[in-house]
């Protein structure tokens, strides 16, 4: 079974510009989570999406944004791109969202640079 | 507000020595408790979990983890610890009511250094 897959994996943008990463989660899993990770802060929840609805929210600004469409893949977007947006962004899928003891399954990140 | 707390930034090790990573958690609520490893250059890979039952878990790689309510604790353990160990360990938390369950919250991380 393929597991999750994040694209890009690298991306460098300059400051005041968006990004879209992408998540496509393991085959039949619904709920789709972002992190954001870097060594000052640690591994940062942003969003989570069960059912192409957002379940949980993390305490990022509104620059920050996400969508799950009917396929189960993700999308996040970063609007307006400040130097303090470079870090490691993770995906995680997992069956479920509901009841909360399913494990998550982690992509291999997408690592974006703003300069 | 959930919360977790990995007191050791690094923990070391010799190869062949049996190795405890700590981990304490605090919630309003029954807890969900996990644990991932990260390799460099990699996502987490999940490790394993404690969801109710038997306090002691095993998991992937000859790990496993000890539940213990009274001290809000899930110490990560490994009998014999190899060199391929060394990595970067999260221990992570949920809590679920009445179905709905709240973010994943990971601790800050605590890095493994098993040398021969």
């Known amino acids: 079974k393929a597991g999750v897959t994040q694209t890009p994996r690298y991306l460098i943008k300059t400051r005041g510009q968006q990004v879209t990463l992408s998540c496509s989660p393991i085959s039949g899993h619904r709920s789709v989570s972002w992190y954001q990770q870097t060594p000052g802060q640690g591994l940062q929840f942003l969003f989570e999406?069960?059912?192409?609805?957002?379940?949980n929210k993390g305490n990022f600004p509104g620059r920050f944004s996400g969508r799950q469409f009917s396929n189960s893949r993700s999308e996040m977007n970063v609007s307006t791109l400040e130097l303090g947006d470079s870090a490691l962004y993770l995906c995680a899928s997992s069956l479920s969202f509901q009841g909360g003891w399913y494990e998550q399954y982690f992509g291999p990140g997408t690592r974006l640079t703003v300069t | 507000a959930q919360s977790v707390a990995q007191p050791e930034d690094q923990v070391n090790v010799a190869e062949g020595n049996p190795l405890t990573v700590k981990c304490t958690y605090s919630v309003s609520g029954n807890p969900y408790l996990f644990w991932y490893v990260q390799y460099p250059n990699r996502g987490l890979q999940f490790l394993l979990k404690y969801i109710t039952g038997d306090n002691l878990v095993k998991g992937s790689y000859g790990f496993e983890a000890e539940f213990n309510k009274s001290q809000t604790s899930f110490h990560l353990k490994k009998p014999s610890a190899l060199v391929s160990d060394s990595a970067l360990y999260f221990c992570a938390v949920r809590v679920s009511n009445t179905g709905t369950a709240s973010k994943l919250t990971f601790g800050t991380g605590t890095r493994l250094q098993v040398t021969l």
């Open positions: 999406y069960f059912s192409e609805t957002q379940r």
